[in-house]
């Protein structure tokens, strides 16, 4: 019996335990086909970010001061409209960057210039953010 409950225990953790919408332990919730595009974008983003600040600083004279935590989001939605998203969390106190990978994975085709295209998406969806 004490089996059967701590067997029950695991399986509610592992289908309730998630980070940026990802199941940890149990990563049905994301199909594997997106694995290498996660991972990429992962690689990726923290340049991206970079980068797009830069880029804001340096021809619209746009500059930030201070921080804001940001959390980023993979999900997948066959019926949205929109490849990313940004939007704010704890009343505005974090950001979070939303990436629908169905809509992402139509561009994605591991090449330079899919990534590009991702990382214009990402200054798009960032200059929403300031």
């Known amino acids: 019996m004490a089996y059967l409950e701590g067997k ?3 399986k509610a953790v592992a289908n309730h335990t998630e980070f940026n919408t990802l199941k940890m332990l149990n990563r049905a919730s994301v199909s594997p086909e997106y ?8 690689d ?3 340049y991206w970010l970079d980068d797009s600040l830069t880029a804001f ?3 619209l004279g746009i500059s930030l001061s201070g921080t804001k935590n940001m ?5 997948e939605d066959v019926s949205a409209s929109t490849a990313a998203s940004m939007g704010t969390s704890d009343g505005g106190a974090s950001l979070v960057l939303r990436f629908d990978l169905p809509k992402i ?6 090449t330079d210039a ?8 990402v200054a798009h969806e960032v200059i ?3």
């Open 57 to 59: 600083s340096s021809y």
């Open 44 to 46: 990726r983003l923290a």
């Open 35 to 42: 694995e290498n595009l996660i991972q990429g974008i992962k």
């Open 128 to 130: 929403h953010g300031l």
């Open 105 to 110: 994975a139509q561009v994605y085709d591991s």
């Open 71 to 75: 959390r980023v989001e993979f999900y």
């Open 114 to 121: 899919s990534w590009e295209q991702i990382d214009a998406l």
């Open 8 to 10: 029950d225990l695991f």
